[in-house]
């Protein structure tokens, strides 16, 4: 079956410290990976999305980035984090046949 | 390019009282349309999609959502809601076809179910 793995569930960092989540798919080739970052109050912002390995998009220019090493995995990073980072990040897949989005349980980032 | 409009940000309604999300959206192609739902700290959940077909669509769970085309609509809508319904409520369409198809969500509705 296909699930999407997120972690870790809960960060606190502080300012200025690096950022690392990870996202893995299984049970699906080839998917399109998204980030996307709820913050509070707000809907749903799309920070990057990939086709393929090594084809990352950015929506929004900010301090954080994406990778994609693996055919199933997406990395969002960043070497300095800022207060305004603070916020849940989503992870999502689709493939062309199921036309919607599976989205992964959340990453609840707050930076001090 | 697409957008989606969700009027109501915040929805509060008795136990077992009828709910309708209000979902709007704007396209100058054809799109599928979904409505997601959202429990505390947790990820996105499908909760029903149109694709084709008849334009009332159902979920598991009681809530059903109508496609109007003229209107370019997809209302959510639940005959008697439950505690269990409170979650955040987010409507999106995606288009049909194209190189570049991704979701736009609307900014969600908030569903509080008041005992």
């Known amino acids: 079956s296909q699930t999407i793995h997120q972690w870790p569930a809960t960060l606190v960092q502080p300012v200025g410290s690096p950022l690392s989540l990870e996202c893995t798919v299984e049970g699906t080739s080839n998917p399109n990976l998204y980030w996307y970052r709820q913050a509070a109050g707000r809907g749903l912002q799309l920070l990057f999305y990939s086709v393929g390995i090594g084809q990352i998009s950015s929506e929004v220019p900010q301090n954080l980035s994406a990778s994609r090493p693996q055919d199933r995995q997406f990395i969002l990073s960043s070497k300095k984090l800022l207060l305004s980072d603070s916020g849940f990040y989503l992870c999502?897949?689709?493939?062309?046949?199921?036309?919607?989005?599976?989205f992964g349980s959340g990453t609840r980032l707050t930076v001090v | 390019a697409q957008s989606v409009t969700q009027l109501d940000s915040q929805v509060p309604v008795f136990e077992e009282a009828p709910v309708e999300l209000r979902c709007n959206y704007s396209?100058?192609?054809?799109?599928?349309l979904f409505w997601y739902v959202q429990y505390p700290n947790q990820g996105l959940q499908l909760l029903l999609k149109?694709?084709?077909?008849?334009?009332l669509v159902e979920s598991i769970n009681g809530f059903e959502a109508e496609f109007n085309k003229s209107q370019t609509s997809f209302h959510l809508r639940k005959p008697s809601v439950h505690i269990s319904d409170t979650a955040e409520y987010f409507c999106?369409?995606?288009?049909?076809?194209?190189?570049?198809?991704?979701?736009?969500f609307g900014s969600g509705t908030q569903l509080t179910v008041l005992p």
């Open positions: 999502a897949w689709s493939v062309i046949q199921n036309y919607g989005y599976t």
């Open positions: 999106a369409v995606i288009p049909i076809s194209g190189s570049a198809r991704q979701l736009t």
């Open positions: 149109y694709l084709s077909g008849s334009t």
């Open positions: 396209s100058s192609v054809s799109v599928y």
